[in-house]
C-alpha cells in the first residue's frame, strides 16, 4: 500500500471551475434546443459570480486576516493566479459560443438580438424614442474627476465612457450604472418582417450617448463590473467548542448580526474581480484601477457584455419549439389509488424520487398529518423554502389546528438569509416554535418527524437529500423516504432532540449524522469492503454526491482502492480526488451534467452482497462532515434499496451526457458503440420510473463497467 503521504488531490477550486467548464460545454452542444444552451450559459456565468463573491473572497480575506487554513499566504496567491488563467480561458470560449454559437442559432430561428453595431434603420427612431422615454430618466453620470467620490456597485453593469469637450482636447472617463433594475437588461424592439429584435440595453444606451453628453464628443466606451465579498463569515468559531453552541443562547442577537451583514452586503464588501471589456485601452483600465484601488490581481478580461446570465431573461417568441420541455412530474399509482398517504406508509416505506415524481406527494402527506385529530406534533428542519411555499403554510395550519409545530432554521443558507429570516418570523407570528441555528453550526439535514398521541400508532419520519423546496423539486434530482420504521424515527427524534437541546453523545441506532458517528460509520464501511476483498470476496462502493473534497476519506478511498475495492464515485461538482493514480487505478469518477440538477447523495456498499444503501444531505466536503448537522438514513426496504441501485446502475452507464473526469482535471466525454447504445441517465431513469420496465435498460443490465478503453475513446 502506498505511503499516505504520497497521495495527492485536485485543488478545490480548480476541481469547481472543472465542474463548470463541464456546464459552459452544455451551452456549445447544438443537440440541445437553442434555449436550452443559453439558460446554461447563463447558468455558468451565475456560478461563475458566486465563485468570486465567496471563495476568491475567501482566498483574500485569508490573506488580509493572515489565516491560512488552506495552506499557507504563497499558496493561496499560487491558487488564486491558477484560478486567474483558468478562468480567462473559459472566458475566451464562452464568448466564442456566445458569438459563433448562440447568436447564430438565434438567427437561424428568426431570432436578432443586436450585438456589436447599431440598430438597423427601421429600429432607429424606436430606440431613440425608447431611450429618452424609458431609460434616460434612471441615468446618473458621474465624471471620474480629483476629489469627487465614486463607488461601483457589486454586481451592477457600468459603461466607462471617455468623452471630450469639443473646444479642448482635454478628456474625462464617466461611469453610468445601467439602469435595468428599472428597464429590462434585453429590450424588444418591434418585429421586422418574420424577425423578433431584441436589444441590450447597454447598446441602447451606447446608441443614443451623443444626447446624454450633448456638448461633448464620445471617444469610446467599455463595459465594467466589480464582485465583492459576499459572505458571512459567522462561522470562524472553534469546532472544539461547536458542540455545546447549537442552540444560539441569544438567538435576537444573531438576527440582529445577519440583518447588519445583510445590509453591508447589498453596498458589497472587499473586490474580489474586476471584469472589463478585453478591448479596454491600457491607459483607461489604469486610471480605473487608481480610482478605485484594484489590483492587478483582481483583473479578469470579459468582453463587451457581461452579466450574461440576463441571456436566461431573453423572451421566446416561439415557445417549446426553441427550448427543452420539462417533463410533467408522475403520478405514483399506488398512492392515488390507496387514497391516503400517511395509511399507506404505515403499510411499507415510500421513495419519493424528485422530480420525476410529484412533490404534491409530500403535501399531501403533511396536509393529512394537519388534520389527523390524532397527531400532536411536528418538528421539520427548514434550509431553503420556495417562496409561498406550500409547506410552510401547512405547518402554519398545523399549528392553528392546535398542533405543537417546531420549526428548526437555518439563517445562514447563503443568499437565502433574509427569506429564511421573514419566513420564521412570519411562522412565529402564527404560532410555531422557531429554533434558530448558531453562528457555529449550520443545520443542513433534511428531516420531518410526525407524532401521534396514541402509543398504539405509529409515528412518521421523513428523510431527504433535497429541501422541503417545492420549485427547486421540479428541476433537481432528489430522494426522500417516507417511514414509520420505529428504529428509524426514534433516531430522527433523538436528531431532534439533540437540536433542541444538545447531549454530550446522542446514540443513534441507524441513522449516520454529521459530527457525531457518521464518517466512523463510513470508515468503518469502506474498511468492511477492504476485508471482504482480502478474503477472497468482492469488495464493491459506489457513492454518488456534489462534492468530495475531504481528505481523510479521500485517503480511505485510495487504501480501498490499492486493496481491490471496486469505487465508482458519481460526483457532481468538486471532486479533489485524483484518478488514474497507482493508488486510485481502481476508482471512476463520473460527472453527470444534464437536464436536471443532480442532487441526491447516495452511499452503496456492497458488503458481501448484504448491500448497505443510504440516502443523505452529506456532501463529503470538510464543511458538511466536521461543521454542519447532517444525516444519512439507510434504506432497509428490499425493494426500495434495489430501486435506489438500478438507478445508480444506469447514471454509471450514461454515456450520452456523463464524464469521467481524468488524472489531468478534464471532463473526458464517455462515447457509445454499435454494440453499446446510447444511454442519457435522466432519460432512462424517467421510463425506469415510469414502470414500463421493473429492471434497468438491458444495455446497463448483467454488464461489467467500462473498460479503460472505453474510457480513453
Known amino acids: ?16 471551475l472543472s465542474f463548470n467548464y463541464r456546464v459552459l460545454l452544455e451551452a456549445s452542444d447544438e443537440t440541445l434546443p437553442i434555449y436550452e444552451r443559453i439558460r446554461f450559459l447563463s447558468i455558468y456565468s451565475s456560478n461563475t459570480e458566486e465563485f468570486y463573491e465567496i471563495r476568491v473572497a475567501e482566498h483574500r480575506t485569508a490573506i488580509q486576516k493572515k489565516n491560512f487554513s488552506d495552506g499557507s499566504a504563497e499558496q493561496i496567491e499560487k491558487t488564486l493566479e491558477e484560478i486567474t488563467r483558468e478562468v480567462n480561458r473559459q472566458q475566451e470560449e464562452f464568448y466564442r459560443i456566445f458569438y459563433e454559437g448562440i447568436l447564430p442559432e438565434l438567427q437561424r430561428n428568426n431570432i436578432y438580438l443586436y450585438c456589436d453595431h447599431r440598430p438597423q434603420t427601421f429600429h432607429r427612431d424606436f430606440v431613440s424614442n425608447y431611450f429618452r422615454e424609458y431609460v434616460f430618466p434612471f441615468l446618473s453620470p458621474v465624471t471620474m474627476l480629483d476629489g469627487i467620490d465614486a463607488f461601483i456597485r457589486d454586481r451592477r453593469l457600468y459603461l466607462a465612457v471617455r468623452i471630450r469637450g469639443k473646444r479642448t482636447p482635454e478628456s474625462h472617463c464617466v461611469l453610468i450604472k445601467l439602469p435595468y433594475d428599472k428597464v429590462p437588461r434585453i429590450i424588444p424592439l418591434p418585429p421586422h418582417g418574420d424577425v423578433y429584435y431584441y436589444m441590450f440595453v447597454d447598446d441602447m444606451i451606447r446608441a443614443n450617448l451623443s444626447s446624454v453628453f450633448t456638448d461633448y464628443t464620445i471617444c469610446d466606451n467599455y463595459a465594467i463590473k466589480i464582485s465583492r465579498d459576499a459572505d ?52 483607461l483600465l489604469n486610471f480605473i484601477c ?36 420539462f417533463p410533467t412530474p408522475m403520478h405514483i399509482p399506488r398512492l392515488d389509488s390507496a387514497g391516503s398517504v400517511l395509511r399507506e406508509v404505515e ?19 403533511m396536509r393529512e398529518a394537519v388534520y389527523d385529530p390524532d397527531v400532536e406534533e411536528i418538528k421539520i428542519t427548514q434550509y431553503r423554502v420556495a417562496e409561498n411555499s406550500a409547506v410552510i403554510d401547512l405547518l402554519v395550519k398545523a399549528a392553528e389546528n392546535g398542533k405543537r409545530v417546531t420549526v428548526f432554521v437555518e439563517v445562514k443558507a447563503r443568499f437565502d438569509e433574509a427569506h429564511n429570516i421573514s419566513t ?85 441506532r441507524h441513522l449516520l449524522v454529521a459530527r457525531f458517528n457518521m464518517v466512523a460509520e463510513l470508515k468503518r464501511m469502506i474498511r468492511r469492503e477492504i476485508m471482504h476483498v482480502e478474503a477472497g470476496r468482492k469488495g464493491q462502493i459506489i457513492l454518488k454526491m456534489n462534492g468530495l473534497q475531504d481528505e481523510n476519506m479521500i485517503d480511505e478511498l485510495y487504501g480501498a482502492s490499492e486493496s ?133 435498460p438491458p444495455e446497463c443490465r448483467g454488464s461489467e463497467y467500462a473498460t479503460p478503453a472505453d474510457r480513453d475513446c
Open 1 to 16: 500500500m502506498t505511503d499516505k503521504t504520497t497521495y495527492e488531490y485536485f485543488k478545490r477550486d480548480m476541481s469547481w
Open 232 to 283: 458571512f463569515y459567522l462561522d470562524d468559531m472553534n469546532p472544539e467548542n461547536m458542540l455545546h453552541s447549537a442552540i444560539e443562547k441569544d438567538p435576537e442577537k444573531m438576527l440582529r448580526t445577519v440583518r447588519e451583514k445583510l445590509e453591508k452586503r447589498k453596498v458589497g464588501g472587499e473586490i474580489s474581480r474586476f471584469m472589463y471589456d478585453r478591448d479596454m485601452p491600457v491607459d
Open 290 to 325: 487608481r480610482k478605485f484601488h484594484i489590483k492587478n490581481e483582481d483583473l479578469v478580461k470579459g468582453g463587451r457584455y457581461m452579466n450574461l446570465q440576463d441571456l436566461s431573461k431573453l423572451p421566446n417568441p416561439f415557445g417549446d419549439s426553441l427550448r427543452v420541455h
Open 347 to 365: 403499510s411499507r416505506d415510500i421513495l419519493l424520487l424528485f422530480p420525476y415524481q410529484k412533490f404534491d406527494y409530500l403535501t399531501d402527506f
Open 424 to 508: 420564521a418570523e412570519w411562522m412565529n407570528h402564527k404560532g410555531i416554535r422557531i429554533i434558530y441555528s448558531s453562528p457555529s453550526l449550520k443545520i443542513h439535514a433534511k428531516a420531518m418527524i410526525i407524532r401521534r398521541r396514541q402509543t398504539e400508532k405509529a409515528d412518521f419520519a421523513y428523510v431527504s437529500t433535497g429541501n422541503f423546496n417545492e420549485k427547486t423539486a421540479r428541476i433537481y434530482s432528489d430522494m426522500a423516504l417516507l417511514t414509520c420504521n420505529s428504529e428509524i424515527v426514534d433516531d430522527i427524534n433523538i436528531l431532534f432532540n439533540m437540536l433542541e437541546k444538545p447531549q454530550e453523545r446522542p446514540l443513534f
Open 564 to 696: 481491490g475495492v471496486d469505487i465508482d464515485l458519481i460526483v457532481r461538482g468538486i471532486c479533489c480526488l485524483i484518478p488514474n493514480r497507482p493508488y486510485s487505478r481502481n476508482i471512476r469518477v463520473t460527472r453527470i451534467v444534464d437536464m436536471f440538477l443532480e442532487h441526491a447523495r447516495v452511499w452503496y456498499f456492497y458488503n458481501d452482497g448484504a448491500e448497505d444503501v443510504y440516502i443523505s444531505s452529506a456532501d463529503w466536503m470538510k464543511r458538511n462532515l466536521n461543521r454542519r448537522i447532517e444525516a444519512a438514513v439507510p434504506v432497509l426496504d428490499s425493494d426500495i434499496r434495489q430501486t435506489i441501485i438500478d438507478i445508480l446502475q444506469i447514471q454509471l452507464h450514461d454515456n450520452t451526457k456523463a464524464c469521467f473526469i481524468d488524472e489531468h482535471l478534464q471532463n473526458v466525454f464517455k462515447c457509445h458503440h454499435t454494440d453499446n447504445p446510447p444511454v442519457r441517465a435522466q432519460t432512462a431513469i424517467r421510463e425506469y420510473v415510469r414502470g414500463k420496465c421493473e429492471e434497468p
